[in-house]
């Protein structure tokens, strides 16, 4: 079985959107410094890279998958510029007030791209910044490491702390 590295989306590989806003648009998406390289990195290193992310702007009307998939397709495109190859990309397009089993903290869609991945979650990492990313890769098991920004206080902890994917991703590979 393989190894992955579980990746947030905002604010892990793109910049975060306001407070109560959303990235509706491949105009609004910006990458964070040395994401790419980070990414690369992990390839290198044998990992699987799969992002999960909650999409709740899909169940708000804000956009449709078929728009929320070809910024995917963007993000995709851009990184394999640079050479930088995402294995799979599961999002929730659910409401936070609906209970389902993917929407995070829930573990949903790690155990997902697990089967459909062929990945042993206790080998594997979640990273993200928030404590909903931390609480749904211990719920399934992985290890965790927590971007830091702004000096934010986590309620739950990680396993690893790093400012950016970049050094997550050099540690990642120290202690895997």
């Not at 992955?4 to 989306?9: M, P, Q, T, V, Y």
């Not at 390289?37 to 702007?57: E, H």
Request: some cysteine; overall charge positive.
């Amino acid at each position: 079985m393989g190894k992955a590295a579980f990746l947030d989306r905002d604010g892990v590989i793109n910049r975060k959107a306001s407070e109560g806003e959303y990235i509706t648009r491949w105009e609004d998406f910006q990458f964070l410094p040395r994401v790419a390289k980070g990414i690369a990195l992990l390839n290198r290193a044998g990992l699987a890279v799969i992002v999960v992310s909650n999409q709740r702007c899909v169940a708000k009307g804000l956009l449709s998958i078929a728009e929320l998939e070809l910024i995917h397709q963007r993000m995709v495109e851009q990184l394999a510029a640079s050479n930088a190859f995402l294995t799979g990309i599961y999002y929730c397009p659910h409401d936070n007030r609906l209970s389902c089993s993917c929407r995070k903290p829930a573990p949903g869609m790690l155990l997902q791209a697990a089967c459909e991945h062929a990945i042993d979650l206790t080998n594997s990492w979640m990273v993200g910044d928030s404590d909903i990313d931390m609480q749904a890769g211990r719920t399934a098991g992985c290890r965790t490491l927590r971007i830091m920004h702004n000096g934010v206080l986590p309620q739950v902890a990680a396993d690893l702390f790093a400012p950016s994917l970049f050094e997550a991703a050099q540690k990642l590979i120290k202690v895997r």
